[in-house]
């Protein structure tokens, strides 16, 4: 035949790794060293399949002495018929048949910014990982500034977040074959300045204008935040597959908030999380109109007589007198 044929072994991700020209048919694979494709996976055979044309002029592939066959779409069958689309599998070892005619895809828009990459986004993740570290040092510090603790910080946090960004570095170079490590550096780095600018901002809220929702429900604004971080962290290692990223993001925060509210309902009997305020602000931050003292008891004095009859409720009369023992009944005179 004429037409010049291309043999791809693929990735499990559906990349190719191996792409082999043939200017005819049939082309006969397995382990044996007189097949014209030679596959090093013992879980095929030594003459495993071959790909042929039909008395129909189609391009099929067809099992030959092998145990485990031809498997498409994960059913086994004795031979399949090849397009440029269709994928089989041969033991361990994926392949794909095509053409010289074979119509590509259209070029995909590159959005990956190769400026942003190397040396930039490393320093300016552990300026702001710096920044963080120290702004959240200096807002818990009572005593003596001490700049060996500034640094302490400081370099906790910063190895922290090398390890964290060097097990994405090492996924990505599995994946693509590039760490990226200073754009994960950056990711992680701005998930923390994220992290605390939220917490200062959402304290203000509930304590400014007496908003405790910001502070009730703080755990699921935290986990919004991480799951947009392991967002980006996914999209530097496949950018091709945003989407999907995007819908596992989504149904991990939605599963991390379920998980939350039922741990809170089943250790506190309250869908929300805390009920006070765990931060310290200034007096003159305070915007709504404080509470008199007087209302403050008046509405502690109503709480009261509501646990008071609650209480009341739960005692059953009847089973007191079931439970009581010979104890209990009054002595009788002689």
């Known amino acids: ?16 790794k191996q792409r082999i020209p043939f200017h005819d048919l049939p082309i006969r694979i397995g382990r044996a060293y007189d097949n014209d494709i ?19 002029g189609e391009v099929q592939i067809r099992s030959l002495e092998s145990r485990n066959g031809i498997v498409y779409q994960r059913q086994r069958v004795p031979q399949q018929r090849l397009d440029g689309d269709t994928s089989v599998r041969l033991g361990h070892t994926t392949i794909r048949l095509r053409q010289r005619d074979f119509v ?29 570290a ?6 818990n510090q009572t005593g003596k500034t001490e700049v060996l603790e500034y640094l302490s910080e400081i370099a906790t946090v910063v190895i922290s977040m090398v390890f964290w960004s060097g097990a994405w570095a090492l996924v990505t170079h599995l994946f693509s074959g590039q760490l990226r490590f200073g754009r994960h550096l950056f990711i992680a780095a701005s998930g923390l300045i994220l992290g605390e600018l939220w917490s200062l901002l959402s304290s203000y809220l509930a304590f ?14 935290d986990t919004v935040i991480i799951a947009v971080v392991l967002f980006f962290h996914m999209v530097t290692v496949m950018p091709r597959r945003r989407w999907q990223w995007g819908v596992l993001a989504v149904l991990l925060t939605v599963g991390a908030m379920g998980l939350s509210v039922i741990n809170s309902y089943q250790n506190t009997g309250r869908l ?12 003159a931050l305070r915007q709504s109109p404080n509470i008199s003292i007087d209302a403050f008891m008046d509405q502690v004095q109503k709480m009261k007589t509501g646990l008071d009859e609650a209480q009341q409720e739960e005692i059953d009369p009847d089973e007191l007198e079931e439970g009581a023992g010979p104890e209990d009944s009054p002595q009788q005179d002689d």
């Open 38 to 56: 030679i596959l090093d996976d013992p879980h095929t055979a030594a003459h495993h399949a071959v790909i042929e044309t039909t008395e129909g």
């Open 104 to 132: 590509v895809a259209d070029e995909l828009a590159d959005s990956t910014n190769h400026q942003w990459e190397g040396w930039p986004p490393l320093l300016a993740g552990l300026v702001l990982i710096a920044l963080q």
């Open 134 to 139: 120290s702004f959240a040092h200096w807002l």
């Open 272 to 283: 929300a999380g805390e009920l006070y305020m765990h931060d310290l602000m200034p007096p």
């Open 208 to 221: 400014a204008f007496s908003l405790e929702f910001f502070t009730r429900y703080s755990t699921h604004f």
């Open 1 to 16: 035949m004429s037409h010049v044929f291309f043999v791809e072994i693929l990735a499990r991700n559906g990349d190719v």
